[in-house]
């Protein structure tokens, strides 16, 4: 990350970003799941308050992207538990259509670990904005 106009920004290249503020989540940094955690800039320009319409239009994205996310993970969680015993599992590699016979409870586990994560930044996000509030 870095500072830019009080504030910091994913390090992430702006082309796989598709040049705006909006990340779509493609780093999977904690900065693209949660965004800004600092307070607002006082005495913006015209073009500062222009640039952070599209910050909190960014932001917003971010977070129905992230509830999103969480909705799919716990479909994923859900079936992955309800499965027999004896039924095989296959994951997809990253950009692939290849898929890789693994684990079933290994892959529940992952799947688990994923969904706190994404739970965690959800409320990571909500507590900012609770606090950004309370100022």
């Not at 702006?14 to 965004?35: E, F, I, K, P, T």
Request: charged share 35%.
């Amino acid at each position: 990350m870095r500072a830019s106009a009080g504030r910091a920004i994913c390090a992430w290249p702006a082309a796989a970003r598709g040049g705006s503020l909006c990340s779509l989540l493609l780093c999977g940094c904690v900065w693209c799941l949660v965004g800004p955690l600092s307070g607002e800039m006082s005495g913006c320009t015209p073009r500062q308050e222009e640039e952070e319409e599209e910050w909190e239009s960014a932001k917003l994205h971010r977070k129905e992207e992230l509830s999103r996310r969480i909705k799919e993970q716990k479909v994923v969680v859900d079936e992955l538990s309800n499965l027999k015993k004896n039924r095989k599992v296959y994951r997809q590699q990253p950009n692939s259509n290849i898929f890789f016979l693994a684990d079933r409870t290994e892959t529940l586990s992952q799947c688990k670990n994923t969904l706190d994560e994404l739970k965690k930044a959800h409320q990571e996000m909500e507590n900012s904005e609770k606090t950004k509030i309370k100022k």
